[in-house]
Nanobody, 128 residues
Framework: QVHLVESGGGLVQAGGSLRLSCAAS????????MGWFRQAPGKEREFVVA????????YYAHSVKGRFTISRDNAANTVYLQLNSLKPEDTAVYYC?????????????????????WGQGTQVTVSS
């Protein structure tokens, strides 16, 4: 497992942008598939996006495709989530998650149950 710490959340007006960061501990960050999930008040946690260990493949939830962009810097042990054109319905706690790429998973079918390391979350609030 890996220790994850998210940052970058905050309050923004609709149409605005934020960049979330997730810093990971350990020397094997480049071997982890990374994902972002979010949970709004009273709702279940939902998948947002995943990125392969190399960063060469990404998979987005339909609700954020075209507005959010995931990237990773394996040298810095960090994964980023750029949130653009934010909407009030994007308000949620955003969680970073990791799972070893040695597990038999693909990012196109991955779910929260595949991930075994989670950050504490960072709040994103979008005002209308």
């Amino acid at each position: 497992q890996v220790h994850l710490v998210e940052s970058g959340g905050g309050l923004v007006q609709a149409g605005g942008s934020l960049r979330l960061s997730c810093a990971a501990s350990g020397r094997t960050f480049s071997s982890y598939v990374m994902g972002w999930f979010r949970q709004a008040p009273g709702k279940e946690r939902e998948f947002v996006v995943a990125i392969s260990a190399s960063g060469g493949s990404t998979y987005y939830a339909h609700s954020v495709k075209g507005r959010f962009t995931i990237s990773r810097d394996n040298a810095a042990n960090t994964v980023y989530l750029q949130l653009n054109s934010l909407k009030p319905e994007d308000t949620a706690v955003y969680y970073c998650a990791a799972v070893s790429s040695q597990k038999p998973i693909t990012i196109w079918t991955i779910s929260e149950y595949d991930f075994d390391s989670w950050g504490q979350g960072t709040q994103v609030t979008v005002s209308s």
